[in-house]
């Protein structure tokens, strides 16, 4: 596609409830990145995949956070038993190897209540 | 480095005047910075790199300048306008970096008063 798409948009949720948030990366882009925005804050690194190797999971908050990226291009970042500080938007972002800079997408806002 | 868990500074600004954003990255071998801008319910978006190889780069009205001794950055945008307003990042990649890592800086509000 011409960008970084991320599905859904907005998504509320409550307590205890698992979400699925999904990236659809620039096509050709082998790097994909996660990052989590709390309201009026910065940017969270969360997690890192490049190509076929083991993603960087090293920004991971909690082991209800997980990813994956299928056949190097979608990926889904699933939050399992969902708290309300998990409350943020989620950005992801891709970009070429070797390239300097990232593309992101528009980003899910992810409300628990 | 990253500042996650702080409140964004706000930067405010008469319409039609200058304004400058300030930044101090962490990583002396860092050799690629960019600036992003991010607007409300938008991902950030690039607006202007620079190489440490230089000091000075210039856009349409946006002006980056780095102080690679005192590790600072710094955007500069000319007659500021209602639309500048966002949040603007600085982000810094390490030399050598075997991925495409990116370090990103806590962020800027401007708030351009018309």
């Known amino acids: 596609g011409a960008g970084v798409s991320q599905s859904p948009s907005n998504k509320v949720t409550e307590k205890g409830k698992d979400v699925e948030l999904r990236c659809d990366p620039i096509?050709?882009?082998?790097?994909l990145y996660w990052y989590r925005q709390s309201l009026g804050q910065g940017l969270e690194f969360l997690i890192y995949?490049?190509?076929?190797?083991?993603?960087?999971k090293s920004g991971l908050p909690s082991d209800r956070f997980s990813a994956e990226r299928t056949g190097g291009s979608v990926s889904t970042l699933t939050i399992q038993r969902t708290q309300q500080e998990d409350s943020a938007v989620y950005l992801c972002?891709?970009?070429?190897?070797?390239?300097?800079?990232?593309?992101f997408g528009s980003g899910t806002r992810l409300t628990v209540v | 480095g990253e500042n996650v868990g702080l409140h964004l500074p706000t930067l405010s600004v008469q319409e039609g005047d200058n304004s400058i954003i300030n930044c101090a990255y962490s990583n002396s071998a860092s050799d690629y910075f960019i600036w992003y801008k991010q607007e409300s319910g938008k991902g950030p978006q690039f607006i202007i790199d620079?190489?440490?190889?230089?000091d000075k780069r210039q856009g349409q009205r946006v002006t980056v300048l780095l102080n690679k001794t005192v590790k600072h950055l710094s955007l500069q945008i000319a007659a500021t306008q209602p639309g500048d307003s966002a949040v603007y990042f600085c982000a810094e990649k390490q030399a050598g970096n075997a991925g495409n890592m990116l370090t990103f800086g806590g962020g800027t509000r401007l708030m351009v008063k018309p």
């Open positions: 972002a891709s970009s070429l190897v070797g390239s300097d800079g990232y593309t």
């Open positions: 096509s050709g882009h082998t790097a």
């Open positions: 620079i190489r440490s190889n230089m």
């Open positions: 995949f490049q190509g076929n190797s083991a993603p960087d």
